[in-house]
């Protein structure tokens, strides 16, 4: 009995071991064979915006690597959670792809009735770019640099308010989260988009505003506004020299980030092919000067890394919401 239960125990095992050599091998060859017709990438959020523009200058450049057409869809709406909750049901095969961004990660906090999960319905396939937000004031604002930015706002609690384009943004929670690490008390005033930001800035209806680096070193240039700071510490090709809020905040790091990202349970060797896919169009000699001309930085990432950065990220928003308690409404 026990030589016959051994056997059996040696059977399964050779068996298992075969299982996973099929299953490898299958992996293997599915990756050999994709791409062979085109790929779809969502995005959530309406043509000509900052991410549509990003998606249409990694489309052309992926197509080029895996020789199959990168079809850009539009599903905007709901700040990226039509988009989201389409991709998170595709089939994952791959030929199905979403261009996420921080949105999504602080989407779960904020409207609990999500239909999916930003972390667990997706495989993190590369880490893209960050979109670096600046911090501006009038150019009477009576601070110049980062350090006196934050000992004024320290030195005044309710005195100043600052304007984002709305509620849930990393705009918002970053600087909820300066708030956070300094004690300062500073209003919100949510706008419905960026646009208005910097005329009210400039026109002294609202003291300070987070915008993109594009917009504040295109108004810091012409003299009409102040660029405080930059709220992720990276060189901005044209505004060099503005300085990080980590000069006063060390570590600090607060900006939008997009990945490429895929359906849960795509097969890891497509995933894998993506990746490096993804990593030779980003380590392209053009690309870093492509970027800085829609205001952002790249910043690839491999899939594994990604995988564990992700949650990572989740977590830090998650903190922001519930100790500044913020709320969508």
Known sequence: MTHAFFTLRRRSAVLAGLAALVTLASGAAQAQAYPNKPIRLL???????????????LAPRLSAILGQQIVVEN???????IAGDAAARATPDGYTLMLGDSSLLIAQYLQPRMSFDPVKSFTPVAGLFTLPLVIVTGN????????????????????????????????????????????????????????????????????????SATLAIAQAKAGKLRAIAIMNPVKLAGGEDIAPLADALPGFDA??????????????????????ATRSVMAAPD??????????????????PLAADIPRESAQWGKVVREQKITAD
């Open 287 to 304: 690309m870093a000067q492509a970027a800085a001309l829609q205001g952002a930085v790249p910043a690839f990432m491999a899939a594994g």
């Open 43 to 57: 995005v959530g959020y309406s043509a000509g915006g900052g991410v549509d523009a990003m998606a249409r200058l």
């Open 255 to 276: 900006a939008p980030r997009l990945y490429l990202l895929a359906p849960a349970g795509t097969p890891a060797a497509i995933v894998e092919r993506l990746s490096e």
């Open 140 to 211: 009477d604002f009576p601070a110049k640099t980062p350090k006196e930015f934050v000992a004024l706002l320290k030195a005044n609690p309710g005195k100043y308010s600052y304007a984002t384009s709305g509620v849930g943004t990393v705009h918002h929670l970053g600087f909820e989260m300066l708030k956070g690490q300094t004690g300062a008390y500073v209003v919100h005033i949510p706008y419905r988009g960026a646009a208005q930001i910097a005329s009210d800035v400039m026109g002294k209806q609202v003291p300070i505003g987070v915008v």
């Open 75 to 81: 599903r905007a709406g709901a700040a990226g959670l």
